[in-house]
């Protein structure tokens, strides 16, 4: 499976905003938006009037960076999105909303998607008290996200203990314990990630 290696701040100056692949260095003046907030390369600060096609492959694009998901991943969850009733770009982003590694950032247990995805990989959750170390792993209502025992020494969680943490209103957390519960599905309002879907759905429509 191709992964991206390069700069992330190079990403979020390619789609000319804020992606937070980089936990708090994203908050920060260090952030690559806040000194060069023009696309990298050597025609990064030309103007470009982009076509209708563009405007769309950059939109799946974004959403493909924010949550971290590969093409065919991508492809398959649009494709899933579309069978299911409902509007296909609205299921489509609570699809990647409900995504493990998606749920463990939003309950903040790690600063950033991508170190949410590291932090599963690695086994460090469990979901429903099973072992829970896929990414891509779709949640549902119901289901309890927790951190490991093993691992609940660590520093790292160990510091989200004194940490006064803010959640999305369809899922609670216990920073005490270390655990999260999805108690309802979002809705389309519930997500403020600042995606257009409806030109993701346009784009894989021709």
């Avoid at 896929?134 to 093993?150: C, F, Q």
Wanted: with cysteine; glycine share 6%.
């Amino acid at each position: 499976m191709a992964r991206y290696t390069d700069a992330n701040c190079k990403l979020c100056r390619r789609e000319g905003q804020k992606l937070f692949l980089k936990g708090e260095r994203c908050y920060s003046s260090k952030c690559a938006i806040e000194r060069r907030n023009y696309a990298p390369g050597q025609h990064g600060q030309a103007r470009k009037k982009q076509s209708e096609y563009g405007l769309q492959l950059r939109e799946k694009q974004k959403a493909k960076r924010f949550y971290g998901v590969p093409e065919t991943q991508f492809r398959n969850l649009f494709d899933k999105a579309a069978k299911k009733q409902g509007k296909t770009g609205e299921n489509l982003m609570i699809f990647l909303e409900t995504r493990l590694d998606n749920i463990v950032f939003r309950l903040g247990f790690a600063a950033s998607r991508k170190e949410a995805r590291q932090l599963v990989t690695h086994g460090h959750f469990t979901v429903n008290g099973k072992k829970a170390d896929i990414p891509s792993m779709e949640l549902k209502a119901g289901d309890v996200i927790k951190v490991k025992e093993r691992s609940t020494s660590s520093p790292k969680f160990k510091e989200i203990k004194d940490m006064a943490i803010t959640v999305p209103a369809w899922m609670t957390v216990d920073v005490d314990k270390l655990e999260g519960k999805v108690v309802a599905m979002p809705r389309r309002e519930d997500i403020d990630t600042p995606i257009a879907e409806h030109l993701i759905v346009e784009l894989y429509s021709k």
